[in-house]
């Protein structure tokens, strides 16, 4: 009897193994800190960003309130400086519009290159600082 070979792991925009992303709040469309997706991820919850006051009142104000906890989803409200798996074509939203937030691209999924190209997400690439307080705006 055989068993089945494990999955591959899922890779960064870098090729390397997907690093996570956030657990505190514990992000990710499946909510295990990484932005892994897969086929019932419609919103391709593919790019680590380290939110701003600007991206989170942006998202808020292209209908995706990032700020306001919803419990039911297991969504705690974001605060400038988390963390946390966002949608690609929303991000992409934000840099159109100049207001998009810290991408950090060794826990941002590959999948999310079909949607924004590696040259963007590398001019908002950030090694998440110790601190994140400095990150409001």
Same mark, same amino acid.
């Given at each position: 009897?055989?068993?089945? *070979?494990? =999955?591959?792991?899922?890779?960064? #925009?870098? &090729? +390397?193994?997907?690093?996570?992303?956030?657990?505190?709040?514990?992000? &990710?469309?499946?909510?295990?800190?990484?932005?892994?997706?897969? =086929? +019932?991820?419609?919103?391709?919850?593919? $790019?680590? @960003? %380290? %939110?701003?006051?600007?991206?989170? +009142? !942006?998202? /808020?104000? $292209? &209908?995706?309130?990032?700020?306001?906890?919803? =419990?039911?989803? /297991?969504? *705690? &409200?974001? #605060? *400038?400086?988390? /963390?946390?798996? %966002?949608?690609?074509?929303?991000?992409?939203?934000? !840099? $159109?519009?100049? @207001?998009?937030?810290?991408? %950090?691209?060794?826990?941002?999924?590959?999948?999310?290159? +079909? $949607?924004? *190209?590696?040259?963007?997400?590398?001019?908002?690439?950030?090694?998440?600082?110790?601190?994140?307080?400095?990150?409001?705006?």
């Amino acid at each position: 009897m055989t068993t089945a *070979p494990a =999955p591959m792991p899922e890779r960064n #925009v870098l &090729g +390397e193994t997907l690093e996570p992303c956030g657990t505190d709040p514990m992000t &990710g469309f499946f909510r295990d800190g990484c932005c892994s997706t897969g =086929p +019932e991820d419609l919103g391709s919850h593919t $790019i680590c @960003a %380290v %939110v701003t006051a600007e991206f989170l +009142e !942006h998202q /808020r104000s $292209i &209908g995706n309130d990032l700020s306001t906890p919803m =419990p039911a989803y /297991r969504f *705690p &409200g974001l #605060v *400038p400086g988390d /963390r946390w798996c %966002v949608t690609a074509r929303n991000w992409l939203q934000a !840099h $159109i519009d100049g @207001a998009a937030a810290f991408v %950090v691209l060794a826990s941002t999924n590959e999948k999310v290159l +079909e $949607i924004v *190209p590696l040259e963007i997400l590398k001019m908002h690439a950030v090694d998440v600082p110790d601190h994140p307080g400095g990150l409001a705006g």
